[in-house]
């Protein structure tokens, strides 16, 4: 069973940073796309940023191109997510996902994904 813990949310001030993780227990993230996904209050969930399973390609939404960068290290099971130069509208619950073994499903797409985590809170205040 694997189980996916993010962390890294909390409240930051408008221009500021942050670097969430995802740690994946029972398997490592190697060979499999992993992407990010958020949910503000009253609003739909939407992709973020995804990382395919070979790792050689990144996909972003064009709301946080430029500003996020997806990363994995497969070694120690985690991935990342940095995002700078946040914005109020960023503010939301972000949740990792894993795809699975070497999918080639589209990363921006939650149905492609098979385990997610519980998410983090990233508040970003004006």
């Known amino acids: 069973q694997v189980q996916l813990v993010e962390s890294g949310g909390g409240l930051v001030q408008a221009g500021g940073s942050l670097r969430l993780s995802c740690v994946a227990s029972?398997?490592?993230?190697?060979?499999?796309?992993m992407g990010w996904f958020r949910q503000a209050p009253g609003k739909e969930r939407e992709f973020v940023a995804g990382?395919?399973?070979?790792?050689?390609?990144?996909l972003y939404a064009d709301s946080v191109k430029g500003r996020f960068t997806i990363s994995r290290d497969s070694a120690k099971n985690t991935g990342n997510l940095q995002m700078n130069s946040l914005k109020p509208e960023d503010t939301a619950v972000y949740c990792c996902?894993?795809?699975?073994?070497?999918?080639?499903?589209?990363?921006?797409?939650?149905?492609?994904?098979?385990?997610w985590g519980q998410g983090t809170q990233v508040t970003v205040s004006s």
């Open positions: 996902a894993r795809g699975p073994y070497g999918s080639s499903n589209s990363l921006s797409k939650a149905v492609g994904y098979n385990y």
């Open positions: 029972g398997r490592t993230f190697s060979g499999y796309a």
């Open positions: 990382i395919s399973w070979s790792g050689s390609s990144t």
